[in-house]
């Protein structure tokens, strides 16, 4: 089984705040981690390939430091990485990243047969770019799933997506591509074996002329939304806080509360 | 355009896939007839890539040639999503705007008590498309139904609500169509030269950024709970058009084996709810859940929870709200015992109301709350569903 995980490094959001003066986002000391998600992906990845041999290919698209999270991907036991670092990729929307992605994976992964992803990443929490690089590559894809058996002889998965009230289980043929949310299992932390092993594991760093892409659909060029402006939200208003001292008296402040904001 | 070339060897795959019944084939090879909405469905499904849609990049001067609002009708079961309505109340806001038509996209089995509810809700014209493989919903069916009207008849916005299946669905279509996407939208408007404005928290709803898209249609997917749903005109009547497709059950790359329910508390999904009671850590044990599922009965609400609580087994996944659960917006969320975690936060933080019970005064929950209260949860939550419940007595039809 040739397993790839689209991995994305990304802000500790806590620590990103918009500048009132500038009105351009305030990253400079915030730290970057792999986003949470991501984790569940690889995590699956591991099992899957324990249970049925093969491969964990780590792809990710960023500037250079996001070798830092590739290395967590390598050190949790993943076999080699492809960065896909260029300038020509910055400004990347949803599609475009999913383009660049999709493109990347064809070229120099082409007998794959599952992407793991997670399912959104904490920054945008768009839940896009999985699901158009499966258009992409003209994939199945089966989204949030909390269960998957790979079966590589039947050439098949079954997975268990969640629903607003349990699941559905879904059988798709492989290739096929899943996105991950923390039901799915229970990430391993990397072991000091595995530290000391990820600094010789193999990343291979591509930029845009490697790529057999189309370059108007990279980066920038590529994008077809566009940021117009970014503001801080709303602050919520200083709240009401109170002390109890009598549960009644206080269950009845809430309730004249409640009833003066219309709720109940 | 499409175009098929000579590696076609006349097997029929795309016949079976093509949901138009705009295919043939002839003399060994695929020919495709007027009926084409150019979904591409049968390029997907072509296993020699013989088959090929060149799409052309929306230039200005396209872009009006596109005109109307769209709303993908999303249902569930025997309802119409929340959401769906909260869209066309939105929706005709934006096409009155614009002086442009509002339409609904309505998909599934036997769907069409749905279409007086659609017309309430500011409908003018109402897509209906039913079908076996709609009855539930798949990726590969509904995008390629959605794809061929889309082409088809060139709407300038389509709007999906920020669901499950919402966000699974609408990112395949704009990718086949290159088109820009923007996801779980709080607010939308229309520019001064009428573009769609999409508004969205980002960085967990530490900033927000207005987006536009330079591409026709303009899509969006629209977080439940945030738009207001208008008062339903039930004397309007939408024009009806329904579309009769051809898809063979056999040519859907996925089977949908099993539906597992697990039935959630109180049975409302916590993304559609209007009132949310959560609990934390300081819930103690699981038994205390009943607490939560009391005061949510007295308020009319759905129970809700933190991580801890999730994590330790106490409720399945999809009641937890936050970073690596569901993100939600009710009217009133009740925080019970729960410390307030920035990845708590971000999954709550718009709600209208926020209301905190927690023991810690420096809990970090408090700096969102409407109204906090310091003290003893296990004081203060029976004496409240008490009073809800006395309340309720005195005066039923509060």
């Known amino acids: 089984m040739i397993i790839v995980v689209c991995i994305k490094q990304v802000p500790e959001i806590t620590e990103v705040k918009v500048d009132p003066k500038t009105k351009t986002l305030m990253r400079e000391g915030v730290p970057s981690i792999l986003n949470p998600l991501d984790e569940f992906a690889i995590e699956e990845a591991l099992r899957i ?28 036991g993943a076999d080699r990485a492809i960065h896909l670092s260029d300038r020509a990729f910055a400004g990347a929307d949803t599609l475009a990243t999913a383009y660049t992605l999709a493109k990347a994976i064809k070229q120099f992964i082409p007998n794959f047969d599952v992407i793991l992803c997670g399912k959104q990443a904490i920054d945008g929490d768009t839940a896009q770019v999985p699901v ?18 790979v079966d590589p002889k039947g050439r098949k998965v079954v997975a268990h997506r969640e629903t607003d009230e349990g699941y559905e289980v ?59 402006e970014i503001f801080a939200p709303k602050p919520r208003g200083k709240g009401t806080i109170i002390l109890d001292e009598d549960p009644v008296a206080t269950a009845k402040k809430i309730i004249q509360f409640l009833f003066e904001k219309g709720v109940i | 355009m499409i175009e098929v070339f000579d590696t076609c060897t006349g097997c029929g795959i795309c016949v079976s896939r093509c949901p138009f019944g705009a295919i043939r084939i002839v003399e060994k090879r695929a020919q495709i007839n ?37 709303v993908f009708a999303e249902e569930h079961g025997n309802h119409l999503r929340n959401v769906t309505l909260e869209l066309l109340s939105e929706g005709r806001k934006l096409a009155d705007k614009l002086g442009e038509p509002l339409a609904a996209l309505l998909l599934g ?29 798949n990726s590969d069916g509904y995008a390629d139904v959605l794809t061929g009207l889309i082409v088809k008849h060139k709407p300038s916005v389509v709007l999906f609500g920020a669901t499950i299946n919402g966000r699974d669905l609408a990112p395949r279509i704009a990718a086949r169509l290159r088109i820009g996407l923007t996801a779980d939208c709080t607010g939308l408007e229309i520019d001064e030269e009428g573009r769609l404005v999409q508004i969205r928290p980002a960085f967990g709803g530490n900033i927000m950024a207005s987006i536009l898209s330079h591409t026709r249609p303009q899509m969006a997917t629209v977080r439940p709970n945030v738009m207001k749903r208008g008062e339903p005109d039930w004397t309007r009547e939408a024009e009806i058009e329904r579309i009769n497709v051809m898809i063979d059950p056999k040519a859907m790359r996925t089977r ?45 609400g759905a129970v809700g929870a933190s991580r801890p609580i999730v994590d330790s087994g106490w409720l399945p996944h999809h009641q937890q709200v936050g970073q690596t659960g569901k993100t939600v917006s009710p009217k009133l969320y009740v925080a019970v015992g729960i410390s307030g975690a920035i990845q708590h936060l971000v999954g709550m933080q718009t709600s209208d109301i926020i209301i905190a019970i927690n023991k810690d005064s420096e809990a970090p929950i408090f700096k969102v709350a409407t109204m906090g209260v310091i003290g003893d949860l296990f004081k ?14 005195e005066n039923p039809t509060r």
């Open chain 1, 49 to 76: 390939r324990e249970k049925h041999g093969g491969e964990v290919i780590i792809v990710t698209m960023g500037p250079p430091q996001a070798n830092e999270a590739i290395l967590k991907c390598l050190a949790m």
């Open chain 2, 109 to 137: 089995r036997n769907v069409t008590d749905f279409i007086k509810t659609l017309s309430a809700y500011g409908a003018d014209k109402i897509y209906v498309t039913e079908h076996e493989v709609l009855e539930r919903y």
């Open chain 2, 34 to 70: 007027e009926a084409c909405t150019l979904c591409g469905a049968c390029v997907k499904s072509c296993p020699f890539g013989a088959i090929e849609i060149k799409r052309k990049m929306v230039t200005p001067a396209d872009v009006s040639s596109y005109r109307g609002i769209w």
């Open chain 1, 170 to 228: 879904i059988e798709s043929k492989l290739p096929v591509l899943l996105t991950a949310i923390k039901e799915l299992n229970e990430p391993r932390l990397p072991t000091l074996m595995g530290i000391l092993s990820a600094k010789n594991k193999e990343t291979r760093v591509i930029t845009a002329v490697d790529l057999d892409g189309d370059t108007g659909l990279f980066g920038l060029n590529g994008s077809p939304t566009q940021v117009v």
């Open chain 1, 132 to 149: 158009e690089m499966a258009e992409w590559l003209n994939l199945t894809q089966i989204t949030g799933v909390k269960k998957v058996e």
């Open chain 2, 256 to 300: 949908v084996v099993d539906i597992v329910k697990e039935v959630a508390d109180r049975a409302v999904n916590i993304e559609e709810a209007d009132i949310i009671v959560s609990g934390g850590r300081g819930l103690g044990s699981p038994e205390n859940l009943k607490l939560m599922r009391e005061l949510a009965e007295a308020l009319g």
């Open chain 2, 380 to 393: 203060i939550v029976p004496a409240l569903i008490e009073e809800l419940r006395n309340a309720k007595k």
